[in-house]
């Protein structure tokens, strides 16, 4: 069975299975998430982040990047370079290696729903402000697929209103400092709680797939036009390509799932999206 489709339908079972058991949230968090200050969290990422950074003394915007639930992968990396080649310091957050976690448990839904993931962007975020050569107020979080689902989520979430399931308080700057977010792929289907309300004012470019048998982008284009009547700004563009298509490494068989030339248009719309975060004077 085609990689992506298997682990598409263990999400779906992984997830169905924990609604049956009877209210997710509740449930999930209850049996499988223990509540950590901040600070817990952060000795947990902090020893695994990649960081590349520009030449130079900064301050630098920021980029803060969260992997799919297949882990970091060679186009992580190149992504980050491409980042930091723009201008950003990036930061590639593993929220895997801490917990020795595998890729077969998130994928499935067994671990770390986008509810929970959430915390690893908001401590990362926090961590990431306090760093002397990151202008606090130029933050950008990225994430493909189940780093998107985190991403979104946090942004429903709005803490301090509303908690991520790993954490027992919100640092103080809660999410201050995001001015934009770039999400490739986004799961914004059941358990997800992008579809609610988000106060953030974060410029947002949303990619999707439209040929996704992943993560369906008819879940998230309605997220993003109940966004835009929310007012907030919001840039979505899909490509008739399937789930993973920047990402050549990331398949079972050669480019099974990979397209240069989407990924070649995605480049050039994330740098152009980016591209004022640069220019800004801190």
């Known amino acids: 069975m085609n990689r992506w489709l298997r682990n598409g339908l263990l999400v779906v079972a992984g997830i169905a299975g924990t609604l049956v058991v009877g209210g997710y949230g509740r449930v999930y968090q209850g049996w499988f998430v223990d509540a950590r200050e901040p600070e817990a969290i952060s000795a947990l990422l902090r020893p695994h982040d990649e960081v590349l950074r520009p030449d130079g003394a900064g301050p630098f915007p ?12 060679s186009f992580t990396h190149d992504w980050a370079a491409r980042l930091r080649d723009q ?4 930061v590639i957050v593993d929220s895997y290696a801490g917990r ?43 994430g493909w697929s189940h780093g998107s689902w985190a ?48 106060s953030s004012d974060a410029r947002s470019l949303i990619l999707l797939a439209d040929r996704d048998s992943i993560a369906p982008a008819e879940d998230c284009r309605a997220v993003a036009e109940a966004l835009r009547e929310q007012g907030r700004p919001v840039d979505l563009h899909s ?35 980016l591209a004022p975060l640069v220019d800004a004077t801190p």
């Open 87 to 90: 201008g950003f310091l990036s």
């Open 239 to 273: 490509y008739d390509v399937e789930h993973g298509f920047d990402a050549p490494d990331y398949s079972t068989g050669p480019n099974e799932h990979y397209d240069s030339e989407a990924t070649a248009d995605a480049r050039a719309r994330v740098a152009a999206f």
């Open 151 to 198: 991403v979104m989520d946090l942004l429903a979430l709005d803490p301090p209103q509303n908690l991520p399931w790993n954490l027992s308080r919100a640092p103080a700057d809660g999410l201050a400092g995001v001015s934009a977010t770039v999400l490739f792929y986004p799961y914004c289907g059941v358990a997800a709680h992008s579809p609610g309300d988000w």
């Open 62 to 73: 920021a980029a803060l990047l969260f992997h799919g639930c297949g882990g970091i992968r």
């Open 100 to 142: 020795n976690l595998a890729w077969e448990d998130v994928c499935s839904g067994r671990a770390l729903l986008g509810a929970e993931r959430a915390g690893d962007v908001l401590v990362s975020l926090d961590d990431v402000r306090l760093r002397p050569d990151v202008d606090p107020d130029r933050i950008v979080l990225i």
